[in-house]
């Protein structure tokens, strides 16, 4: 069973975001990068399933990015994953989600893997749309945003996300690409023997050129902060003097406290 | 190529989801510029009951058996059948599991721009998305020849979609549906809890800063106080500290309380989609830029292992005296 898991690394989510020089993008100098979170469900399912047929599996862990990334590929690896693709890009900012599903496409056409998977979406930019464009362009089943995912053979049964609490049994054979909710399994922190292991293991560089031919298809003109008008009226105070003001609020509003 | 705008009607079960008139919405906003149709596109079968209220120029009616459960697969080719034949300036679906996957999948098979969740048009026909888990806005033109929109909530209000006299419905033949690659086996209901959230006037809602499940008593704690109710954002009920049926968000339910008190929550756009319908929302977070701040109307930037305890003493002490 060949595997491919497309990973990304994207900033901590609770940083302070800045819209950087160019303004179509956020400044990414000083923000901690880690794996997105999506993502670390995609790896933890692929290693399950691997462990499921015996370690009869090959798994690659591929990211897009400048050097950055690798880090985010090395954790992949030590959480289980057996060789590393880097595509080396430090435009990656720029790229439309078409650019990086056909980027992808182009890398895994000749080799026959039998399951890709991914993250339901980046953190940052959130398209959603890599993994369901890289089905479409490879002729691959697809289901998206997976809480559930068994292996029988070659017929995968998922559980999927619909809307408003409601979910679904879907059922397709492989080849297939699946992107992964949260919640969908408990991702495993990589153990320090296994983290030693990386280095054992193969790390693949390739430059993006060696599979982007697309143009992007979509152009954002700028980027800007949300308007500040609508916010909070922010509280003052020590502590008390905070929970004072709460308790005023919810008696104000509420019935329970009359 | 048209200036219409198409608007991919998504229902579940018999019900037209909101996010449909939403759409329908902005798609008037968008038609107004560009100075077409809106177009409401109907798959399914037997579905003609919908098109009632759909507030569009025209309804579009395909069925069939293939259709009538969603899959990404079958709903792609009616979709692309339509698009090809009509070239509409722009289609829009909602950002929801079902859109996104047939928006990405159109995107892929038509070679078509797809712009993803977006806010609202602005009066000139550029769209506004959000990035970031809603902490940064992105601008553009309307992407040629055709844009592939998928639409957040937040931007239009459903009755605005809603229309009292009943559209035109034209039945359209469906494509062939052969070679789908995806079945539908069964839907799962959301699960029933003790209580029903989507009625509680009074929701004390946790998310992730409230970091282990040990102190998810905090929370408990001020709703018994308080006589509310403990809710939770994602990551907690992820983890399994609080069942499914507490869920607010996208993929639980949506909430309409008096007073919405948000402990430890950034305000990520799954979650505060569910949270609009609030009378008040109240946010205590360590994060001065998290987006619970732009929906809250109080807000404390402060710690809510130090704030927490002493309001439940507060209430307490309030109610005792």
């Known amino acids: 069973m060949k595997i491919l898991v497309c990973i990304k690394q994207v900033p901590d989510m609770e940083s302070r975001f800045k819209v950087n020089a160019d303004g179509v993008w956020y400044d990414e100098r000083d923000l901690a990068f880690r794996m997105n979170e999506y993502d670390e469900y995609a790896v933890e399912q692929a290693v399950r399933i691997k462990e499921q047929l015996g370690g009869a599996a090959d798994i690659t862990i591929l990211s897009i990015g400048p050097a950055r990334v690798v880090e985010a590929i090395k954790k992949g690896m030590a959480m289980g994953g057996d060789r590393g693709v880097h595509v080396k890009d430090d435009s990656l900012a720029q790229r439309d989600p078409w650019q990086l599903a056909s980027t992808i496409a182009a890398f895994a056409r000749s080799k026959n893997f039998d399951l890709i998977f991914t993250g339901m979406q980046s953190q940052d930019r959130g398209s959603t749309q890599v993994g369901a464009i890289l089905a479409e362009l490879l002729g691959y089943a697809c289901a998206t945003t997976l809480i559930g995912f068994e292996l029988n053979g070659d017929v995968v049964t998922a559980r999927r996300e619909l809307e408003g609490g409601v979910k679904a049994i879907v059922r397709f054979r492989l080849p297939a690409v699946v992107t992964c909710q949260l919640g969908l399994n408990t991702p495993r922190y990589p153990t320090l023997p296994n983290i030693m292991k990386v280095r054992q293991k193969e790390l693949l560089a390739f430059p993006v050129a060696d599979f982007l031919t697309e143009e992007s298809l979509t152009i954002t003109e700028k980027m800007y902060l949300p308007e500040k008008k609508g916010r909070a009226r922010v509280l003052e105070g ?18 329970v406290l009359r | 190529m048209n200036q219409d705008i198409f608007v991919i009607i998504e229902h579940l079960r018999g019900q037209v989801a909101d996010i449909s008139y939403v759409m329908l919405a902005a798609a008037h906003e968008l038609a107004q510029n560009t100075g077409g149709k809106v177009e409401a596109v109907l798959l399914g079968q037997n579905v003609q009951g919908l098109a009632g209220n759909l507030a569009a120029d025209q309804v579009l009616s395909v069925e069939h058996p293939a259709l009538a459960d969603f899959t990404s697969d079958a709903y792609i080719k009616a979709v692309a059948g339509l698009t090809v034949e009509h070239q509409p300036r722009a289609v829009l679906f909602g950002h929801t599991s079902v859109g996104m996957d047939v928006a990405s999948g159109l995107s892929a098979h038509l070679g078509l721009p797809l712009v993803g969740s977006v806010r609202y048009f602005e009066s000139g026909g550029k769209f506004v998305s959000q990035i970031c888990g809603g902490k940064i806005m992105a601008e553009g033109e309307l992407p040629a020849p055709t844009a592939l929109i998928t639409l957040v909530p937040g931007g239009y209000k459903p009755e605005q979609g809603q229309s009292a006299q009943p559209p035109q419905v034209t039945q359209v033949a469906a494509p062939a549906l052969d070679g789908l690659r995806v079945t539908l086996k069964q839907y799962i209901e959301p699960e029933a809890g003790d209580v029903d959230i989507a009625k509680e006037p009074l929701l004390i809602a946790v998310g992730r800063g409230i970091q282990t499940q040990d ?10 106080a308080l006589g509310g109710v403990v809710c939770a954002s994602r990551p907690v009920v992820d983890q399994g500290w609080l069942p499914t049926s507490r869920l607010v968000g996208k993929s639980g339910k ?3 309380p008096k007073v919405y008190l948000a402990i430890g929550i950034s305000g990520a756009p799954e979650h505060a989609e569910a949270i609009t319908g609030s009378n008040v929302i109240v946010a205590i977070n360590t994060d001065a830029a998290a987006p619970i701040f732009n929906i809250a109307k109080y807000g404390t930037i402060t710690d809510l292992f ?7 003493d507060k209430v307490r002490e309030a109610k005792g005296g």
Do not use: G, R, W
């Open chain 2, 306 to 312: 130090d704030l927490v305890p002493v309001l439940t």
């Open chain 1, 238 to 255: 020590d502590v008390s003097q905070l929970a004072d003001q709460l308790l005023a609020i919810l008696k104000e509003k509420t019935t």
């Open chain 2, 215 to 224: 102190n998810i008593s905090l929370a408990d704690d001020l709703a018994q």
């Open chain 2, 254 to 256: 949506a909430v309409k």
